[in-house]
């Protein structure tokens, strides 16, 4: 079946600007999580949703950054006047959901943000 | 505070010979572990977890890792090495005192590099 996709896969933008990232989950996963990526590191948490609700934002840097999942599905991050330290892989993870067990998430392929 | 350690940037072996990639870990509890590959231009792929029971875990692509409590490990191997598996491995840990849950947030190393040589 279809993994986790996200788009676009590379975004360069100007500093300044807002971008918006998409993540289409796994059909069926009730958990939708976002990390950041720098370069030479591992993933850093950001966010993450069970169904439409935000559960936990903690990681977001600072407020240029929110998400929204409305429809309990596709998921939108955006960042608000771009800054050259946004640029970094995006990822998306998504899971099923289920609270008897750790979850396993499964990432997609990630979004390369560049700001000039 | 939850944190991962790969204390190796880069390991190199010949194929046909055992890998061993490190990673140790520091949570408040029972951890959950968890190991990710990430091959170029591609997303993180999920090989195998560690949750509870027997500490010697089996995964996807003839890998394995043991859970070392006492030594607070995880450590990812394989007793014979391809060239295709070269990659970039990510060690993982959930707290499960983190807001009570089994779901949340995942701490990862930095990465080791694996590359196998013919």
């Known amino acids: 079946g279809a993994g986790v996709s996200q788009s676009p896969r590379y975004k360069v933008t100007k500093r300044g600007q807002d971008v918006a990232l998409r993540c289409d989950p796994i059909s069926g996963h009730v958990s939708l999580y976002w990390y950041r990526q720098a370069l030479g590191q591992g993933p850093e948490f950001l966010t993450y949703f069970n169904y439409e609700a935000q559960q936990d934002k903690s990681g977001l840097p600072n407020d240029r950054f929110s998400a929204e999942r409305p429809e309990g599905s596709i998921s939108t991050l955006t960042i608000q006047r771009t800054e050259q330290r946004d640029s970094a892989m995006y990822r998306c993870a998504s899971s099923l959901g289920t609270e008897r067990s750790p979850d396993t998430q499964y990432f997609g392929p990630g979004t390369r943000l560049t700001v000039l | 505070a939850q944190s991962v350690a790969q204390p190796e940037d880069q390991v190199n072996v010949a194929e046909g010979n055992p890998l061993t990639v490190k990673c140790t870990y520091s949570?408040?509890?029972?951890?959950?572990l968890f190991w990710y590959v990430q091959y170029p231009n591609r997303g993180l792929q999920f090989l195998l977890k560690?949750?509870?029971?027997?500490?010697l875990v089996k995964g996807s692509y003839g890998f394995e890792a043991e859970f070392n409590k006492s030594q607070t490990s995880f450590h990812l191997k394989k007793p014979s090495a391809l060239v295709s598996d070269s990659a970039l491995y990510f060690c993982a840990v959930r707290d499960p005192a983190d807001r009570g849950s089994t779901l949340g947030r995942l701490y990862f190393g930095r990465g080791t590099q694996l590359t196998v040589w013919p």
């Open positions: 560690y949750i509870t029971g027997d500490n």
């Open positions: 949570v408040s509890g029972n951890p959950y």
